[in-house]
Protein backbone atom coordinates (compact mmCIF):
# COMPACT_ATOMS: atom_id res chain seq x y z
CA UNK A 1 0.00 0.00 0.00
CA UNK A 2 2.84 2.30 0.92
CA UNK A 3 4.29 2.10 -2.66
CA UNK A 4 0.80 3.24 -4.10
CA UNK A 5 0.74 6.35 -1.46
CA UNK A 6 3.95 7.25 -3.32
CA UNK A 7 3.08 7.32 -6.63
CA UNK A 8 1.30 10.44 -5.43
CA UNK A 9 3.23 13.63 -4.72
CA UNK A 10 2.80 16.84 -3.44
CA UNK A 11 3.73 18.23 -7.38
CA UNK A 12 0.29 16.03 -8.08
CA UNK A 13 -1.52 17.36 -5.51
CA UNK A 14 -0.83 21.70 -6.37
CA UNK A 15 -1.26 20.71 -10.34
CA UNK A 16 -5.02 19.40 -9.09
CA UNK A 17 -5.41 22.31 -7.70
CA UNK A 18 -3.75 25.12 -9.26
CA UNK A 19 -2.52 24.43 -12.85
CA UNK A 20 -4.65 26.22 -15.47
CA UNK A 21 -3.83 23.41 -17.78
CA UNK A 22 -6.91 21.06 -18.11
CA UNK A 23 -4.35 17.85 -18.88
CA UNK A 24 -2.61 18.27 -16.31
CA UNK A 25 -5.09 18.63 -13.74
CA UNK A 26 -6.95 15.64 -15.38
CA UNK A 27 -3.23 13.47 -14.72
CA UNK A 28 -3.36 14.60 -11.70
CA UNK A 29 -6.81 13.31 -10.94
CA UNK A 30 -6.61 9.99 -12.70
CA UNK A 31 -3.81 9.08 -10.02
CA UNK A 32 -5.18 10.67 -7.14
CA UNK A 33 -8.40 8.29 -8.21
CA UNK A 34 -5.85 5.55 -8.73
CA UNK A 35 -4.36 5.67 -5.76
CA UNK A 36 -7.57 5.82 -3.95
CA UNK A 37 -8.95 2.90 -5.45
CA UNK A 38 -6.05 0.61 -4.48
CA UNK A 39 -5.21 1.61 -0.73
CA UNK A 40 -6.83 0.01 2.05
CA UNK A 41 -8.58 2.54 3.58
CA UNK A 42 -10.33 3.04 7.13
CA UNK A 43 -13.92 4.25 7.42
CA UNK A 44 -13.01 7.79 8.41
CA UNK A 45 -10.49 7.49 5.62
CA UNK A 46 -13.18 6.36 3.21
CA UNK A 47 -15.37 9.19 4.00
CA UNK A 48 -12.43 11.69 3.59
CA UNK A 49 -11.50 10.10 0.03
CA UNK A 50 -15.29 10.40 -1.11
CA UNK A 51 -15.48 13.53 0.09
CA UNK A 52 -12.50 14.73 -2.10
CA UNK A 53 -14.41 12.41 -5.46
CA UNK A 54 -17.69 14.44 -4.92
CA UNK A 55 -15.43 17.58 -5.74
CA UNK A 56 -13.61 15.60 -8.35
CA UNK A 57 -16.86 15.27 -9.68
CA UNK A 58 -18.40 18.49 -9.54
CA UNK A 59 -14.98 20.04 -11.27
CA UNK A 60 -15.10 22.73 -13.62
CA UNK A 61 -12.89 20.87 -16.08
CA UNK A 62 -14.10 17.60 -18.65
CA UNK A 63 -11.07 16.10 -18.35
CA UNK A 64 -10.97 16.14 -14.88
CA UNK A 65 -14.08 14.87 -13.98
CA UNK A 66 -13.59 12.29 -16.84
CA UNK A 67 -10.56 11.15 -15.40
CA UNK A 68 -13.00 10.48 -12.01
CA UNK A 69 -15.37 9.01 -14.28
CA UNK A 70 -12.66 6.13 -16.12
CA UNK A 71 -10.35 5.66 -13.19
CA UNK A 72 -13.45 5.05 -11.00
CA UNK A 73 -16.46 3.55 -13.05
CA UNK A 74 -15.99 0.22 -11.27
CA UNK A 75 -14.99 1.05 -7.83
CA UNK A 76 -17.02 0.77 -5.03
CA UNK A 77 -15.75 4.01 -3.47
CA UNK A 78 -17.45 6.22 -5.52
CA UNK A 79 -19.99 7.51 -3.31
CA UNK A 80 -23.61 7.44 -4.92
CA UNK A 81 -24.38 11.29 -5.28
CA UNK A 82 -20.64 11.37 -6.94
CA UNK A 83 -22.35 8.65 -9.39
CA UNK A 84 -25.26 10.15 -10.06
CA UNK A 85 -23.37 13.74 -10.88
CA UNK A 86 -21.56 11.94 -13.65
CA UNK A 87 -24.54 9.97 -15.07
CA UNK A 88 -25.88 13.39 -15.76
CA UNK A 89 -22.58 14.74 -17.27
CA UNK A 90 -21.99 14.66 -21.25
CA UNK A 91 -21.33 11.22 -22.66
CA UNK A 92 -17.51 10.69 -22.79
CA UNK A 93 -18.08 11.50 -18.70
CA UNK A 94 -21.50 9.68 -18.07
CA UNK A 95 -21.21 6.81 -20.20
CA UNK A 96 -18.54 4.60 -17.89
CA UNK A 97 -19.99 5.62 -15.05
CA UNK A 98 -23.51 4.58 -16.29
CA UNK A 99 -22.21 1.16 -17.83
CA UNK A 100 -20.15 0.27 -14.37
CA UNK A 101 -20.66 1.96 -11.38
CA UNK A 102 -21.81 -0.55 -8.45
CA UNK A 103 -23.43 2.85 -6.53
CA UNK A 104 -26.74 3.12 -8.31
CA UNK A 105 -30.17 2.27 -7.42
CA UNK A 106 -32.14 0.35 -9.46
CA UNK A 107 -34.59 3.98 -9.36
CA UNK A 108 -30.84 5.39 -10.15
CA UNK A 109 -30.62 3.11 -13.47
CA UNK A 110 -34.30 3.59 -13.77
CA UNK A 111 -34.23 7.27 -13.92
CA UNK A 112 -31.66 7.13 -16.46
CA UNK A 113 -33.16 5.46 -18.80
CA UNK A 114 -36.05 6.88 -18.65
CA UNK A 115 -34.30 10.07 -19.31
CA UNK A 116 -31.41 8.84 -21.56
CA UNK A 117 -30.39 8.68 -24.87
CA UNK A 118 -30.24 5.34 -26.69
CA UNK A 119 -26.33 5.73 -25.78
CA UNK A 120 -27.14 5.81 -22.25
CA UNK A 121 -29.90 2.80 -22.50
CA UNK A 122 -26.97 1.44 -23.94
CA UNK A 123 -24.77 1.66 -21.55
CA UNK A 124 -27.05 0.48 -18.53
CA UNK A 125 -28.09 -2.04 -20.61
CA UNK A 126 -24.75 -3.81 -21.05
CA UNK A 127 -23.93 -3.47 -16.95
CA UNK A 128 -22.26 -6.20 -15.32
CA UNK A 129 -25.52 -6.93 -14.24
CA UNK A 130 -29.15 -5.78 -14.79
CA UNK A 131 -31.73 -5.99 -12.23
CA UNK A 132 -35.23 -7.34 -13.29
CA UNK A 133 -36.71 -4.19 -12.78
CA UNK A 134 -34.40 -2.06 -14.39
CA UNK A 135 -34.31 -4.55 -17.26
CA UNK A 136 -38.54 -4.68 -17.22
CA UNK A 137 -38.38 -0.97 -17.83
CA UNK A 138 -35.50 -0.92 -20.49
CA UNK A 139 -37.42 -3.39 -22.55
CA UNK A 140 -40.92 -1.31 -22.16
CA UNK A 141 -39.37 2.03 -22.33
CA UNK A 142 -35.75 1.57 -24.35
CA UNK A 143 -35.00 2.15 -27.92
CA UNK A 144 -34.34 -0.54 -29.80
CA UNK A 145 -30.33 -0.64 -29.46
CA UNK A 146 -30.95 -0.83 -26.02
CA UNK A 147 -32.95 -3.87 -25.61
CA UNK A 148 -30.88 -5.63 -28.33
CA UNK A 149 -28.19 -4.88 -25.99
CA UNK A 150 -30.27 -6.08 -23.10
CA UNK A 151 -31.04 -9.02 -24.94
CA UNK A 152 -27.39 -10.19 -25.64
CA UNK A 153 -26.25 -9.50 -22.03
CA UNK A 154 -26.98 -12.89 -20.46
CA UNK A 155 -26.63 -10.97 -16.88
CA UNK A 156 -29.56 -9.05 -17.52
CA UNK A 157 -32.48 -10.26 -15.42
CA UNK A 158 -35.28 -10.81 -18.11
CA UNK A 159 -38.63 -12.14 -16.90
CA UNK A 160 -40.44 -14.29 -19.08
CA UNK A 161 -43.24 -11.45 -19.50
CA UNK A 162 -40.67 -8.90 -20.42
CA UNK A 163 -39.13 -11.18 -22.90
CA UNK A 164 -42.29 -11.15 -24.45
CA UNK A 165 -43.04 -7.39 -24.68
CA UNK A 166 -39.38 -7.52 -26.71
CA UNK A 167 -41.13 -9.51 -28.77
CA UNK A 168 -43.78 -7.30 -29.31
CA UNK A 169 -41.93 -4.17 -29.70
CA UNK A 170 -39.76 -5.46 -32.03
CA UNK A 171 -40.67 -8.30 -33.60
CA UNK A 172 -39.14 -6.92 -36.69
CA UNK A 173 -36.29 -6.02 -35.51
CA UNK A 174 -33.38 -9.02 -36.71
CA UNK A 175 -31.05 -7.49 -34.45
CA UNK A 176 -33.21 -7.88 -31.33
CA UNK A 177 -34.67 -11.24 -32.72
CA UNK A 178 -31.11 -13.04 -33.04
CA UNK A 179 -29.77 -11.36 -29.58
CA UNK A 180 -33.12 -13.28 -27.99
CA UNK A 181 -32.23 -16.04 -29.68
CA UNK A 182 -29.06 -16.63 -28.11
CA UNK A 183 -29.76 -16.09 -24.93
CA UNK A 184 -27.95 -19.04 -22.45
CA UNK A 185 -32.04 -19.84 -21.31
CA UNK A 186 -35.08 -19.03 -22.59
CA UNK A 187 -38.77 -19.63 -21.53
CA UNK A 188 -40.51 -22.37 -23.58
CA UNK A 189 -43.07 -19.80 -24.74
CA UNK A 190 -40.61 -17.37 -25.82
CA UNK A 191 -38.68 -20.14 -27.62
CA UNK A 192 -41.62 -20.85 -29.50
CA UNK A 193 -42.09 -17.09 -31.01
CA UNK A 194 -38.72 -17.06 -31.50
CA UNK A 195 -39.00 -19.58 -33.98
CA UNK A 196 -41.27 -18.14 -36.02
CA UNK A 197 -39.66 -14.58 -36.33
CA UNK A 198 -36.01 -16.13 -36.73
CA UNK A 199 -34.22 -16.23 -39.50
CA UNK A 200 -32.96 -19.92 -40.80
CA UNK A 201 -29.36 -20.22 -39.43
CA UNK A 202 -30.75 -18.50 -35.79
CA UNK A 203 -33.81 -20.52 -36.44
CA UNK A 204 -31.30 -23.78 -36.25
CA UNK A 205 -29.61 -22.79 -33.31
CA UNK A 206 -32.79 -21.82 -31.82
CA UNK A 207 -34.29 -25.67 -32.67
CA UNK A 208 -31.36 -27.87 -31.54
CA UNK A 209 -30.45 -25.87 -28.02
CA UNK A 210 -33.72 -25.06 -26.58
CA UNK A 211 -36.73 -27.31 -25.47
CA UNK A 212 -40.40 -26.91 -27.69
CA UNK A 213 -43.32 -28.46 -26.72
CA UNK A 214 -43.96 -31.62 -29.05
CA UNK A 215 -47.43 -30.15 -30.82
CA UNK A 216 -44.25 -26.87 -31.67
CA UNK A 217 -41.70 -29.62 -32.86
CA UNK A 218 -44.19 -31.41 -35.27
CA UNK A 219 -45.66 -28.28 -36.80
CA UNK A 220 -41.98 -27.23 -37.70
CA UNK A 221 -41.26 -30.96 -38.87
CA UNK A 222 -44.05 -31.03 -41.19
CA UNK A 223 -42.49 -27.90 -43.07
CA UNK A 224 -39.23 -29.62 -43.97
CA UNK A 225 -39.55 -29.00 -47.60
CA UNK A 226 -39.39 -25.60 -46.93
CA UNK A 227 -36.53 -26.33 -44.79
CA UNK A 228 -38.03 -24.49 -41.50
CA UNK A 229 -37.46 -27.52 -40.12
CA UNK A 230 -36.97 -29.36 -36.97
CA UNK A 231 -35.33 -32.51 -35.98
CA UNK A 232 -37.47 -34.11 -33.53
CA UNK A 233 -33.93 -36.28 -32.51
CA UNK A 234 -32.10 -33.33 -31.79
CA UNK A 235 -35.15 -31.85 -29.74
CA UNK A 236 -35.96 -34.78 -27.94
CA UNK A 237 -32.00 -34.54 -27.11
CA UNK A 238 -32.79 -31.08 -25.19
CA UNK A 239 -36.01 -31.60 -23.54
CA UNK A 240 -36.67 -31.30 -19.73
CA UNK A 241 -39.34 -34.05 -19.57
CA UNK A 242 -38.51 -36.74 -22.00
CA UNK A 243 -41.73 -38.78 -20.81
CA UNK A 244 -43.95 -36.20 -21.75
CA UNK A 245 -42.20 -35.33 -25.10
CA UNK A 246 -42.45 -39.11 -25.90
CA UNK A 247 -46.00 -39.08 -25.14
CA UNK A 248 -46.81 -35.99 -26.88
CA UNK A 249 -45.26 -37.67 -29.95
CA UNK A 250 -47.71 -40.31 -29.51
CA UNK A 251 -50.81 -38.61 -29.47
CA UNK A 252 -49.61 -37.31 -32.92
CA UNK A 253 -48.99 -40.28 -34.41
CA UNK A 254 -45.54 -39.69 -35.02
CA UNK A 255 -43.69 -41.62 -33.09
CA UNK A 256 -43.06 -44.10 -35.83
CA UNK A 257 -40.18 -46.83 -36.08
CA UNK A 258 -38.03 -44.67 -38.27
CA UNK A 259 -37.51 -42.17 -35.62
CA UNK A 260 -36.83 -44.71 -33.30
CA UNK A 261 -33.95 -45.77 -35.55
CA UNK A 262 -32.57 -42.50 -36.41
CA UNK A 263 -32.66 -41.52 -32.64
CA UNK A 264 -31.15 -44.69 -31.87
CA UNK A 265 -28.25 -44.87 -34.53
CA UNK A 266 -27.94 -41.43 -33.07
CA UNK A 267 -27.24 -42.23 -29.79
CA UNK A 268 -30.04 -40.95 -28.18
CA UNK A 269 -31.09 -44.48 -26.57
CA UNK A 270 -33.39 -42.68 -23.91
CA UNK A 271 -35.52 -41.39 -26.35
CA UNK A 272 -35.97 -45.22 -27.58
CA UNK A 273 -36.45 -46.43 -24.03
CA UNK A 274 -39.26 -44.62 -23.08
CA UNK A 275 -40.97 -45.03 -26.98
CA UNK A 276 -40.74 -48.59 -26.05
CA UNK A 277 -42.64 -48.04 -22.60
CA UNK A 278 -45.07 -45.59 -24.12
CA UNK A 279 -46.13 -48.06 -27.30
CA UNK A 280 -46.30 -50.98 -24.99
CA UNK A 281 -48.45 -49.40 -22.22
CA UNK A 282 -45.44 -50.37 -19.16
CA UNK A 283 -43.47 -48.62 -17.52
CA UNK A 284 -40.23 -46.70 -18.06
CA UNK A 285 -37.97 -48.83 -15.44
CA UNK A 286 -39.41 -52.36 -16.70
CA UNK A 287 -39.04 -51.47 -20.46
CA UNK A 288 -35.11 -50.33 -19.51
CA UNK A 289 -34.57 -53.76 -17.65
CA UNK A 290 -35.95 -54.98 -20.84
CA UNK A 291 -33.75 -53.64 -23.21
CA UNK A 292 -30.52 -53.40 -21.30
CA UNK A 293 -30.49 -56.33 -18.64
CA UNK A 294 -33.25 -58.94 -19.54
CA UNK A 295 -30.79 -61.18 -21.78
CA UNK A 296 -30.89 -61.35 -25.50
CA UNK A 297 -34.99 -61.73 -25.31
CA UNK A 298 -35.73 -58.94 -23.32
CA UNK A 299 -35.45 -56.16 -26.12
CA UNK A 300 -37.35 -58.53 -28.34
CA UNK A 301 -40.18 -58.91 -26.00
CA UNK A 302 -40.51 -55.46 -25.38
CA UNK A 303 -40.00 -54.50 -29.12
CA UNK A 304 -42.74 -57.33 -30.26
CA UNK A 305 -45.09 -56.02 -27.45
CA UNK A 306 -45.18 -52.42 -28.46
CA UNK A 307 -46.42 -53.34 -31.92
CA UNK A 308 -42.59 -52.37 -33.80
CA UNK A 309 -42.31 -53.98 -37.66
CA UNK A 310 -40.18 -57.28 -37.11
CA UNK A 311 -38.23 -56.83 -40.44
CA UNK A 312 -36.60 -53.77 -38.52
CA UNK A 313 -35.57 -55.59 -35.26
CA UNK A 314 -31.75 -57.03 -36.29
CA UNK A 315 -31.37 -52.80 -36.70
CA UNK A 316 -32.28 -51.79 -33.70
CA UNK A 317 -30.63 -54.93 -32.14
CA UNK A 318 -27.63 -53.59 -33.68
CA UNK A 319 -28.13 -50.22 -32.80
CA UNK A 320 -28.20 -51.33 -28.96
CA UNK A 321 -25.82 -53.40 -29.27
CA UNK A 322 -23.33 -50.38 -30.38
CA UNK A 323 -24.92 -48.29 -27.85
CA UNK A 324 -23.60 -50.59 -25.25
CA UNK A 325 -20.24 -51.35 -26.66
CA UNK A 326 -19.55 -47.53 -26.72
CA UNK A 327 -20.45 -47.19 -23.45
CA UNK A 328 -18.36 -50.07 -22.32
CA UNK A 329 -15.01 -48.62 -23.64
CA UNK A 330 -16.05 -44.97 -21.15
CA UNK A 331 -17.43 -42.76 -23.61
CA UNK A 332 -19.60 -39.93 -22.33
CA UNK A 333 -23.06 -41.13 -23.45
CA UNK A 334 -24.22 -37.32 -23.25
CA UNK A 335 -21.59 -36.03 -25.28
CA UNK A 336 -21.68 -34.80 -29.32
CA UNK A 337 -18.57 -36.87 -29.98
CA UNK A 338 -20.03 -40.21 -28.77
CA UNK A 339 -23.42 -39.57 -30.61
CA UNK A 340 -20.97 -39.31 -34.13
CA UNK A 341 -19.22 -42.18 -32.90
CA UNK A 342 -22.55 -43.66 -32.21
CA UNK A 343 -23.70 -43.22 -35.94
CA UNK A 344 -20.48 -44.06 -37.75
CA UNK A 345 -20.19 -47.20 -36.10
CA UNK A 346 -23.73 -47.72 -36.40
CA UNK A 347 -23.61 -47.20 -40.27
CA UNK A 348 -20.63 -49.82 -40.56
CA UNK A 349 -22.62 -52.85 -39.84
CA UNK A 350 -24.75 -51.80 -43.12
CA UNK A 351 -28.50 -51.92 -41.43
CA UNK A 352 -30.87 -53.19 -43.07
CA UNK A 353 -33.09 -50.07 -42.85
CA UNK A 354 -34.91 -48.06 -45.18
CA UNK A 355 -33.70 -45.62 -47.91
CA UNK A 356 -34.81 -42.37 -46.68
CA UNK A 357 -33.49 -43.62 -42.86
CA UNK A 358 -30.49 -44.31 -44.30
CA UNK A 359 -29.87 -41.24 -46.19
CA UNK A 360 -31.12 -39.37 -43.40
CA UNK A 361 -28.25 -40.88 -41.39
CA UNK A 362 -25.73 -40.26 -43.89
CA UNK A 363 -26.75 -36.53 -44.06
CA UNK A 364 -25.82 -36.42 -40.14
CA UNK A 365 -22.96 -38.13 -40.71
CA UNK A 366 -21.75 -35.12 -43.40
CA UNK A 367 -23.67 -32.23 -40.68
CA UNK A 368 -23.33 -33.40 -37.10
CA UNK A 369 -26.02 -31.88 -34.94
CA UNK A 370 -23.35 -30.24 -32.46
CA UNK A 371 -20.30 -28.44 -34.27
CA UNK A 372 -18.07 -28.89 -31.26
CA UNK A 373 -17.53 -32.55 -31.68
CA UNK A 374 -14.48 -31.87 -33.85
CA UNK A 375 -12.38 -30.06 -32.29
CA UNK A 376 -13.10 -32.21 -29.14
CA UNK A 377 -12.14 -35.36 -31.56
CA UNK A 378 -9.28 -33.79 -32.25
CA UNK A 379 -8.18 -32.81 -28.75
CA UNK A 380 -8.63 -36.34 -27.90
Request: aromatic content about 4%.
Amino acid sequence: MTAYRARLTESDIRRLIKSDLEDERAAAAHKLCRSIDRMALDDVEREAAQKILSVLAADAAELVRRAVAVTLKASDIMPREAARRLAGDVDSVALPIINSCPAFTDDDLIEIVRAGTALRQVAVASRPRVPRDVASVLVAEGRQEAVAALAANDNADLSEAALGVALDRFSDAPEVISALAYRQVLPLSVTERLVVLASEAVREHLITRHALTPETAIQFADFARERATIDLVDQARVTDDLPTFVAGLNRRRVLTPSLLLRSLARGQIGLFEHALAELAGTPHHRAWLMVHDAGPLGLKAIYDRAGMPPRLFQAFRAGVDTWRALQAEGGDTGSAVFRQRMLERFLSQRPDAAREDLAYLLERLDRPADDGWRGAVSAA
